[in-house]
């Protein structure tokens, strides 16, 4: 007869190295299969005596159930093991941030802006803003229009309701007021550039109620019209990033500058459309000139003593040129098609380094 200890010793032994659920069926098939070691002794007890089948068969019964209740308790142990690792593999971590989302567009508003700001920034002007709702002397007078001047036709002013003493306030109709602010303020030398807000009574295919400009003031005792024309030619290289961009300088009429030009760049119109280079069409991009000795007497700086040159650029007009976006209208309608299309997704700073 075989030896019933040696084999329980045996099997616990093994069920309990068992590490994983398929070396445990092969060990309950190693018992108690069909062929298995218990199931063969069991078979074995009808040739033996009665004492003995009776001693036997006891001892076997009890093995198979401590073998079966072996088995069962190491499957649990393996089982929750199993589950275990495999939460811990599985796991994720709900801590870590989620990565950025495209949503959301800048406005090229605000992106041409950015970038305008970033190649002035560069030639060393500070950026000043200014308010929307101006006087008329900071938006007209101080700038050399006279009360009855012509040219406050051009401007197509929004007044305000007139105060007590009859006086109106305009949403200002330019940047350029800001240019008196500053030198009242500020002793030369002075180079800056506002950005900002204007307003004028307008609305059509290229033109807004609500629009944006960018006004550059340099003020020292050596500035002169070529540093004007080297300052601005730079910027729309800069800007344009377009080789021989044709520009032109054609003499104009601002009251506040002496002499005063208008800067254009070479298009090509098709239609609405309007495509920059050398096509033999032009397009004004900005109003420039020598600050006039009036404006520079009336901010309190000597004009005997000072010169200057200032510039102001439609934001938008640039914009569409640069952007191809042939209809003003949509830059305030708060589309979501047309921003989606159109804006610039917020990584996309504008550097001088990587080219505005
Ligand atoms: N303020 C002018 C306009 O709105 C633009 C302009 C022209 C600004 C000449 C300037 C300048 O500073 O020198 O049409």
């Not at 009776?54 to 069962?72: D, E, F, I, M, Y």
């Not at 397009?283 to 901010?299: A, F, Q, R, T, Y």
């Amino acid at each position: 007869m075989f030896n019933i200890k040696a084999l329980e010793t045996e099997l616990l032994a093994r069920i309990a190295r068992a590490e994983d659920l398929d070396s445990l069926e092969q060990i309950r098939i190693f018992a108690l299969g069909k062929k298995g070691r218990i199931t063969t002794a069991m078979s074995n007890l009808a040739g033996m005596n009665m004492n003995t089948r009776k001693k036997t068969g006891k001892a076997l019964n009890s093995l198979k159930c401590l073998v079966k209740n072996a088995l069962v308790a190491r499957k649990i142990a393996l089982s929750s093991a199993i589950l275990n690792n495999r939460i811990v593999a599985d796991r994720v971590d709900i801590s870590l941030p989620a990565p950025p989302e495209m949503k959301g567009r800048i406005h090229p508003i605000t992106q041409t802006t950015d970038e305008i700001v970033t190649i002035f920034a560069e030639m060393g002007f500070v950026v000043v803003e200014g308010p929307d709702i101006e006087s008329d002397y900071y938006n007209f007078e101080a700038l050399n229009f006279t009360p009855d001047h012509p040219a406050r036709q051009d401007q197509d002013t929004l007044y305000l309701k007139p105060d007590k003493n009859g006086k109106r306030k305009v949403l200002r109709t330019h940047t350029s007021p800001v240019q008196i602010r500053t030198m009242e303020k500020q002793s030369p030398p002075i180079r800056i550039i506002v950005p900002g807000r204007t307003f004028r009574s307008d609305h059509d295919a290229t033109h807004s109620p609500m629009f944006h400009q960018l006004e550059g003031l340099v003020v020292d005792k050596v500035s002169h019209m070529g540093h004007l024309k080297g300052c601005l030619i730079d910027f729309c290289h800069a800007f344009f990033s377009i080789k021989d961009l044709p520009l032109r300088f054609r003499p104009s009429y601002f009251p506040f500058t002496e002499p005063s030009a208008e800067l254009d760049i070479g298009c090509l119109r098709i239609g609405t459309e309007v495509k920059i280079g050398d096509y033999g069409n032009w397009l004004e991009i900005l109003g420039c000139g020598m600050v006039h000795p009036n404006v520079l007497h009336n901010s309190g700086i000597n004009p005997n003593k000072y010169q200057g040159f200032a510039f102001g650029i439609g934001i938008e007009r640039v914009s569409m040129l640069k952007y191809g976006i042939p209809d003003l209208r949509p830059f305030y309608e708060s589309n979501l098609r047309w921003m989606r299309h159109y804006g610039f997704l917020s990584f996309a700073q504008p550097t001088i380094a990587g080219g505005v």
